[in-house]
């Protein structure tokens, strides 16, 4: 029997000798091709392959499930909220067909979620009782130089009335003074009433100063006839008597220029457990592409974005309080660009590492510094190198989060710049006098890399592009871990996915990492094909995974107030030699300010674990985190899921 079968391996191994004889004389790059892809296959599948350098997998949803992907939380829950609202698709957005969804990576199920409105670019952050606050979103999508129909453009409304605000409705009709052109608002708008000055000396009353609104407005009609290339002052028609002369409109260019976003105020809390929306207070402001940033004391801090008439917020910053879900402004102004990378320090300030993911002028809030909100005092931080190629850039808080050291990785220029850095920069905060050095470069120039942090206090840095959207076929199939002790890179397994603008990564329960997103501008490297978004999932097991069985980690108490120990079970007590207290992620646009890895001092006994948590609320912000505790050979635990009140 054993000749039998041995003649027939030999049998088939012939024929295909001869078929690849055959094939080879007819094309033997193909030959060449599909026998490199099958070692390939086969290399990265091999277990000691995948114990140094990890493995990637791909998650496909069932069609009915898949969206475009612009933004994801990681809930305590353990599951995922996916949301893409429009997903940077006009029809869509033409259609209000908004869409998230809650995906379970452990289950493997995935639901659709009812999404109120387009959040397509919109703000997130984890709150201290696990719901996650998501504010802003589109109002209307751009419109480029050749599309745009009609003239139009911002109209500044002035008040000189110091007595009452007044209110102007969709709508109203402003003609200009000198150049006769009429100009129609799109939406109501409330203009303050004017402010009384007085000498603080003498008490002398000085004048007013108008109240002021802003209010986007276009022409009647379609047609170049109708663009103004100069200022002018604006009439309000349907106004009599005194409200006719204190209300006016002055306006720059009028024209048929491009018109970006605009955003939206509303705000709303993703509730982990019933799965669904709640609507809260509006922002005072709209925003398109903000930053959300969790305080110490529970509130959270609204910076920059596009405003509803798609120009950058001027300064206006804000902050929401869960307790009355209210938002009130910070009592300064202060400008940065959208997606501004902002961090709470260990002292109440914010760290400004210079990281943003676009719109604003080239010179107005770029450089990196340390910014005192209650002040409004911001102290600039030198020695940051490609300094003008810091949009799209990444920003990781090194684990333990207790240094206060930055990563910031890659960038590129500002616009749609083909320029793009292979830099990485260094900054230790906590240092006399803070300065950036430089770290360890890439590769490659990278646009949109993504990071995220791990248990083992290595940093995953994977994807991008060198240009910008991944033009010019340009995304980069590399992925990297970066060791924050030697502040080295090494190369690890190549993702299976290219993921340039739109996407993300997330550190999964399990010391897994999700990664999510793809818009490519173009579907080939000429050009001549618009892109397809990148509607797969896919899951990074890093090595650490594959050494063998992990230490285990269970029971202990759900909630472990600030300065207090909670105590927890594990088999392997003997061997953990850390532990670490990880904030769940809320990516997007290469942005994520919520993710941060604390070190945690524990005591082994026995079978017991005993972890305790610092007590600064600023290195600590109340909330849900997963706790990891790794073992003698840098094998992580599951996470187990803790509230700090």
């Known amino acids: ?36 892809e099958r070692y390939h296959e086969y290399e ?78 919109t703000g997130h952050t984890q709150l201290a009782d696990g719901s996650i606050l998501i504010a802003g979103g589109t109002k209307r999508y751009e ?16 008040n000189e009335n110091p007595d009452k605000p007044i209110t102007l409705p969709a709508g109203t009709r402003f003609t200009g003074r000198a150049n006769g052109r009429t100009f129609v608002s799109r939406d109501p708008v409330l203009v303050p009433r004017a402010r009384k000055n007085f000498d603080r000396r003498t008490g002398r009353f000085l004048g007013n100063t108008a109240g002021l609104g802003r209010i986007y407005v276009e022409a009647r009609r379609s047609g170049t006839a109708y663009e103004t290339g100069t200022q002018d002052n604006y009439r309000v028609q349907g106004l009599t008597g005194a409200d006719a002369r204190n209300t006016y409109g002055i306006a720059q260019k009028l024209g048929l220029d491009k018109k970006d976003f605009q955003g939206i105020r509303d705000a709303d809390e993703f509730d982990p457990v019933a799965e669904r929306y ?14 959300l940033t969790t305080l110490g004391d529970g ?48 002292n109440g300030k914010i760290f400004y590492s210079g990281s943003n993911a676009g719109y604003g002028p080239d010179d107005v809030g770029r450089d990196p510094g340390v910014w005192d909100v209650a002040t409004n005092r911001f102290t600039r931080m030198p020695g940051l190198s490609d300094a003008r190629m ?5 920003t990781v808080l090194l684990p333990p989060a207790q240094k206060e050291r930055y990563l910031v990785i890659g960038g590129g220029g500002v616009g749609e710049s083909r320029l793009s850095s292979r830099k990485t920069r260094i900054i230790d905060l906590r240092a006399r006098n803070p300065h950036f050095t430089d770290g360890p470069m890439l590769e490659e120039g990278t646009r949109y890399p993504q990071s995220s942090i791990l248990p083992d206090d290595s940093v995953l840095v994977s994807g991008g592009s060198r240009d910008y959207r991944g033009r010019g076929d340009s995304d980069i199939l590399q992925a990297r871990l970066y060791d924050p002790v030697t502040s080295t890179f090494r190369r690890v397994a190549d993702p299976l996915v290219g993921r340039d603008y739109h996407a993300g990564s997330i550190l999964l329960p399990d010391g897994r990492v999700m990664f999510f997103g793809s818009d490519p501008l173009y579907g080939d490297r000429a050009g001549t094909r618009p892109g397809t978004f990148e509607q797969r999932i896919e899951l990074y097991t890093p090595p650490y995974l594959y050494r063998g069985a992990r230490p285990s980690l269970s029971g202990g108490p759900r909630t472990i107030a600030r300065g207090a120990s909670g105590t927890f079970t594990s088999r392997h007590a003997a061997a953990i030699r850390k532990a670490r207290l990880i904030r769940p992620s809320a990516s997007t646009h290469v942005t994520d300010v919520d993710q941060r890895s604390i070190a945690l001092d524990f005591t082994a006994s026995g079978d017991r674990i005993t972890v305790t948590v610092p007590k600064n609320r600023n290195l600590v912000p109340s909330g849900w985190y997963m706790l990891f505790v790794d073992d003698d050979r840098g094998t992580p635990s599951r996470a187990q899921w803790v509230r700090v009140p």
């Open 143 to 158: 419109k480029l130089k050749g599309d745009v129909t009609k003239a139009g453009g911002l109209m500044i409304v002035h």
């Open 299 to 346: 509130r959270v801090l609204s910076v920059s974005g596009l405003d509803d008439i798609g120009q950058l917020v001027p300064g206006k910053n804000e902050v929401f309080d869960p307790r009355t879900r209210t938002w009130t402004y910070t009592p300064k102004v202060r400008q940065f660009p959208t997606y501004p990378a902002l961090f709470l320090m260990q």
């Open 44 to 121: 990265i599948n091999r277990p000691g392959y995948k114990a140094v350098n990890g493995h990637w997998d791909i998650v496909e949803f069932p069609k009915q499930y898949r969206q475009d992907t612009i933004h994801a939380v990681l809930l305590h829950t353990g599951k995922v909220l996916l949301v893409a609202g429009s997903g940077n698709n006009q029809a869509n957005f033409d259609a209000r067909k908004f869409d998230s969804r809650v995906w379970d990576p452990a289950g493997g199920t995935i639901k659709k979620v009812p999404t109120p409105n387009d959040l397509f670019c």
């Open 1 to 36: 029997m054993r000749d039998q079968t041995g003649l027939r391996r030999a049998r088939r191994f012939g024929m295909a000798a001869v078929v690849v004889v055959a094939l080879s004389g007819m094309n033997g790059p193909w030959l060449y091709r599909l026998g490199t």
């Open 278 to 291: 709640i609507r809260v207070d509006p922002m005072n402001e709209a925003r398109w592409y903000p930053t």
């Open 390 to 394: 810091m949009e799209t850039s990444a």
